[in-house]
């Protein structure tokens, strides 16, 4: 993705989660890399990923619900946000305990299908089409809140983080997926709310339908097609 954005030597570059998905060592390398290709260039970078822009970035826009809310220098912003925003070191023995405490999303917290993806999925399986779930979250997590949301039962094939020695966006756990379901890319139709996993499955060769549904603003410009909701979805499996 690197690569295809600085090809033609451009003056400004616009990047969406460059570091997505990388583990920390990968991270910084691919952070540092960007920083000596953008001498003398314009760069523009999404991502939620403090570091990033703490460490590279010269200018920082806050966006919320598409608006601007904040800018500056990191200097002036960590400035502004002291006493609202905290850190505080800890060790691995104390983070564990503590997220213990807490539990997560996939253990305690309020979650629940997005309307309309169970029948979908019901009105493919009786019509004998094998249906996967792909993921970059742990396994113990995913079967935990598939669990909880009694949609363990809708899927021939569960392909999780662990499972991969490469996570989204590279095609490990899409190639996996398909391997197990005895499938071929023709024959397989994606759908994904994060721009990783769109390139992901379509490095697999697989078409990919974006779900913007969730309100995730990723860019889905790779997607062979784009619904906001599961009803909609119905469209593209015709």
Do not use: W
Not at 94 to 103: A, F, I, M, S, V
Not at 145 to 150: A, F, I, P, S
Not at 206 to 233: K, L
Request: aromatic letters at 6%; hydrophobic letters at 40%.
């Amino acid at each position: 993705m690197i690569a295809q954005a600085f090809l033609g030597d451009p003056e400004v570059v616009f990047m969406d989660e460059p570091t997505a998905g990388l583990d920390p060592k990968e991270r910084i390398r691919i952070r540092n890399l960007i920083s000596e290709m953008a001498l003398g260039k314009i760069v523009l970078i999404a991502t939620h990923i403090v570091s990033d822009v703490e460490y590279i970035s010269k200018e920082i826009l806050l966006l919320k619900h598409g608006e601007i809310i904040g800018s500056g220098n990191p200097e002036s912003l960590e400035k502004e946000l002291y006493g609202i925003v905290y850190e505080k070191k800890v060790t691995v023995e104390q983070l564990t305990r503590r997220r213990k405490e807490l539990g997560n999303t996939y253990e305690n917290g309020n979650i629940a299908p997005i309307p309309g993806i169970v029948p979908l999925i019901q009105g493919l399986r009786q019509s004998g089409v094998k249906t996967a779930l792909v993921s970059s979250t742990a396994t113990r997590l995913i079967i935990m809140g598939l669990n909880r949301m009694q949609m363990t039962d809708l899927f021939d094939v569960i392909v999780c983080g662990d499972m991969c020695a490469e996570r989204k966006p590279d095609p490990e756990c899409y190639l996996k997926a398909m391997g197990l379901l005895g499938a071929v890319p023709q024959e397989c139709l994606v759908f994904e709310d994060s721009s990783v996993g769109i390139h992901a499955a379509k490095q697999a060769g697989i078409e990919v339908a974006a779900f913007t549904g969730s309100g995730n603003g990723q860019d889905v410009s790779e997607a062979d097609y784009v619904v906001s909701s599961y009803e909609e979805s119905k469209r593209v499996l015709i």
